[in-house]
T-cell receptor
Framework: RKEVEQDPGPFNVPEGATVAFNCTYSNSASQSFFWYRQDCRKEPKLLMS???SGNEDGRFTAQLNRASQYISLLIRDSKLSDSATYLC?????????????FGKGTMLLVSP | EPEVTQTPSHQVTQMGQEVILRCVPISNHLYFYWYRQILGQKVEFLVSFYNNEISEKSEIFDDQFSVERPDGSNFTLKIRSTKLEDSAMYFC????????????FGQGTRLTVV
């Protein structure tokens, strides 16, 4: 079973659309959760951390369901500049040291 | 804004040669990492480093790989005898805590083994 699994994508949406990304993780001992964004041939950059209470940052909303081991990211009013690959990332603590485990990513293409 | 810097941005090497990838983590960070991403695949953890020693390593990080912090600023990844399958983007990252905090990634070194 894949450790972090995401929608395969790509998602093609028009500007202004709302798009949702889903992610599941297999290790129930995972401690913290993130969404990263990766532009083509660039490094991953943190988009937002994900908390059980849910958190929102402008047009972006992240949710975590620990019982279902499920993470989501919602982007409202999508912009052309949102086009990128969205990586679901899980932090597993081993002996106090973190190891980030990445999903393969879901590509988003926003068109005019 | 502080950033992680990596050199070179692109390295081409012949199979069997040794390569050293260099990274300068963010200055007040204590935890350092190497990840790799083969073209079209996911980002994979290689190794984490804290207090001048390896704290975790993955199955990918075999005897051909080593890491070093030779001075107070640099963090290096050495591949002793490169294979074709080592061709990938290698990302260095650092964080100020080993726990829940964000890891900042460098822009990566694209390694091409020919």
């Amino acid at each position: 079973r894949k450790e972090v699994e995401q929608d395969p994508g790509p998602f093609n949406v028009p500007e202004g659309a709302t798009v949702a990304f889903n992610c599941t993780y297999s290790n129930s001992a995972s401690q913290s959760f993130f969404w990263y964004r990766q532009d083509c041939r660039k490094e991953p950059k943190l988009l937002m951390s994900v908390y059980s209470s849910g958190n929102e940052d402008g047009r972006f909303t992240a949710q975590l369901n620990r019982a279902s081991q499920y993470i989501s990211l919602l982007i409202r009013d999508s912009k052309l500049s949102d086009s990128a690959t969205y990586l679901c990332v899980v932090n597993l603590l081993n002996s106090g040291y973190s190891t980030l485990t990445f999903g393969k990513g879901t590509m988003l293409l926003v068109s005019p | 804004e502080p950033e992680v810097t990596q050199t070179p941005s692109h390295q081409v090497t012949q199979m069997g040669q040794e390569v050293i990838l260099r990274c300068v983590p963010i200055s007040n960070h204590l935890y350092f990492y190497w990840y790799r991403q083969i073209l079209g695949q996911k980002v994979e953890f290689l190794v984490s480093f804290y207090n001048n020693e390896i704290s975790e390593k993955s199955e990918i990080f075999d005897d051909q790989f080593s890491v070093e912090r030779p001075d107070g600023s640099n963090f290096t990844l050495k591949i002793r005898s490169t294979k074709l399958e080592d061709s990938a983007m290698y990302f260095c990252a650092s964080s100020d805590s080993g726990r829940d905090t964000e890891a900042f990634f460098g822009q990566g070194t694209r390694l091409t083994v020919v």
